[in-house]
């Protein structure tokens, strides 16, 4: 089936580590999303790839990093700059990031990464 | 600039009861649209509508109704005959080409709906 594949579901950072989250669709989709979740704080978008090789930040990008070298693959690297890293990590893709000929289109979500400090 | 309000935290009722989550929304652009996606305990958000500025009727499937009001920038979403399956978190989207012509979506904080059996 096609989707959107998030791992790992748990993860857990110790002091000044990086981390990375795997986020992995098949749906042949050009644009992704990375959204980070806090109780009561709704999603926030940290970063988004339109297409392979080119990406921007989001509202909260601070702190994390992202590549997008392959259609199918957008990691997430939380870095030891980001000091409050515990929360819910949700990625998402959809066909394009505009409009194309049946309007924008709805995104598709992944189970999503909880992260913990250690 | 975009924004999307979900005044609505919390909603509990008790199973069969009708129930409507509030969602208005504000942009500056005429060509915009607005989702809806459910959030059950899993995690995994579920896109259950999408309206475009330029279609203003209102929209029923099953249990689920939405009222779309442009002169109010709402787009309402109620449920009808509540069941507990439908307790979960409920979100409202709003896309529209404010960011430098692309469609990136903007989230209310959600609507976390419990339904008692």
């Known amino acids: 089936d096609g989707g959107i594949t998030q791992s790992p579901k748990y993860l857990f950072r110790k002091e000044g580590q990086n981390v990375t989250l795997s986020c992995e669709q098949n749906?042949?989709?050009?644009?992704m999303y990375w959204y980070r979740q806090d109780p009561g704080q709704g999603l926030r978008l940290i970063y988004y790839?339109?297409?392979?090789?080119?990406?921007q930040k989001g509202d909260i990008a601070e702190g994390y990093s992202v590549s997008r070298e392959k259609k199918e693959s957008f990691p997430l690297t939380v870095t030891s700059a980001q000091k409050n890293p515990t929360a819910f990590y949700l990625c998402a893709s959809s066909p394009t990031s505009g409009t194309g000929p049946r309007g924008n289109q709805p995104q598709h979500f992944g189970d999503g990464t909880r992260l913990s400090i250690l | 600039a975009q924004k999307v309000t979900q005044a609505q935290t919390e909603i509990s009722v008790v199973e069969k009861e009708d129930v409507t989550l509030d969602c208005v929304y504000e942009?500056?652009?005429?060509?915009?649209?607005l989702f809806w996606y459910k959030q059950p305990p899993s995690g995994e958000l579920v896109f259950l509508i999408r309206?475009?500025?330029?279609?203003?009727q209102n929209e029923i499937s099953g249990r689920y109704s939405w009222n779309f009001q442009k002169s109010t920038s709402s787009f309402n979403f109620t449920i009808t005959a509540s069941q507990v399956v439908d307790s979960a978190v409920y979100f409202c989207?709003?896309?529209?080409?404010?960011?430098?012509?692309?469609?990136?979506?903007?989230f209310g904080r959600g609507t976390s709906l419990i339904v008692h059996p």
């Open positions: 989207a709003l896309s529209d080409p404010s960011s430098g012509g692309s469609y990136i979506p903007t």
């Open positions: 309206r475009n500025s330029f279609d203003e």
């Open positions: 942009t500056r652009d005429t060509t915009y649209y």
């Open positions: 749906l042949n989709h050009d644009a």
């Open positions: 790839s339109q297409i392979v090789n080119d990406f």
